[in-house]
């Protein structure tokens, strides 16, 4: 065989081997930064913040030949305080349109996509953490409002630190993609830690 046969015959494997890796090598997610503000919630009866919703934002890349199939995409809260699911956006035009979680979505090859989501952090009610907190609920109960957007998470963390590591330790990221590699349905799900 030729020179130029035997080209073509490396390239046709590599291409060949480079399609069939496995869903959790082929997947690649970052987490971004994110200028977003933080979301207070109120709860105006109890003149306490019941919630607090941290903007998250993180790409996932296809390094593979193959376009891949997901569905749920979770934040995992590891407080012991928890949460409530996540609200999962798009950004477009500057502009966040919210998607489904658990619709069915591809990542083309070699492609990737950015998501942002927005936690929904419940909040210590004791008079310690709702102390730190109690300019802003002055201000919402003030302006008769039961949410207040307070800057980005790093002039949070920079004012409130230890709540911010209380709330968001261990947190994580999980995309759950079906494996194409399987001759039945079999989900892969891909985790990664939430870096704050």
Not at 97 to 115: A, F, G, H, L, P
Not at 127 to 154: C, E, H
Not at 186 to 191: A, E, N
């Amino acid at each position: 065989m030729n020179k130029i046969g035997n080209l073509i015959v490396i390239v046709f494997v590599s291409v060949i081997i480079g399609g069939c890796v496995s869903t959790p090598k082929a997947i690649k997610i970052n987490q971004q930064d994110t200028d977003l503000p933080v979301v207070l919630r109120l709860s105006i009866k109890h003149k306490k913040v019941r919630m607090i919703n941290f903007p998250v934002k993180f790409k996932m890349i296809n390094k593979s030949l193959q376009k891949r199939t997901y569905s749920t995409v979770e934040y995992r809260y590891n407080s012991s305080f928890g949460g409530v699911g996540i609200p999962l956006y798009e950004e477009n035009s500057g502009k966040l349109t919210r998607i489904s979680k658990s619709k069915w979505k591809e990542i083309s090859s070699y492609d990737s996509i950015v998501y942002t989501c927005y936690t929904r952090h419940r909040v210590d009610s004791s008079r310690a953490v709702q102390s730190l907190l109690q300019p802003y609920i002055d201000k919402m109960l003030t302006s008769n409002q039961d949410s207040l957007l307070i800057g980005s998470l790093d002039e949070f963390k920079m004012r409130h630190p230890e709540l911010l590591l209380s709330l968001l330790k261990n947190d994580s990221i999980s995309v759950d993609f079906f494996n194409p590699s399987e001759d039945k349905p079999l989900s892969v799900d891909i985790k990664i830690p939430v870096k704050w």
